[in-house]
Each structure stands twice: as structure tokens, then as C-alpha cells.
């Protein structure tokens, strides 16, 4: 991998993030990590 990624959401989608129950939250920061910790993913993709 030729660079690192990482994550961050917007305000709007930050407040409905934080209306989510925890399991919810959960499953989406494990999905999001595992997408920008691809090794297969280049950062242009």
C-alpha cells in the first residue's frame, strides 16, 4: 500500500451515528476500519 487511510464522518452523518445503538456502531467502525486497513485497497481506489 503506497499510503494510509483513515476515516471520519460529517457532522450530519456523525449525529445520526451517534443516534445508533451501540451494536449498530459497532458494526459500522469494524466495517469502515477493515475497508481503509485493506491491503488490496490503494488510496486512488
Known sequence: M???WTWQ????A?????DLD???RDRI???LDEIVTDQ???PGD
Open 40 to 42: 488490496w485497497r490503494e
Open 29 to 31: 467502525t469494524d466495517k
Open 22 to 24: 451501540d451494536h449498530a
Open 9 to 12: 464522518f460529517r457532522a450530519p
Open 2 to 4: 503506497t499510503g494510509s
Open 14 to 18: 456523525k449525529r445520526t451515528y451517534d
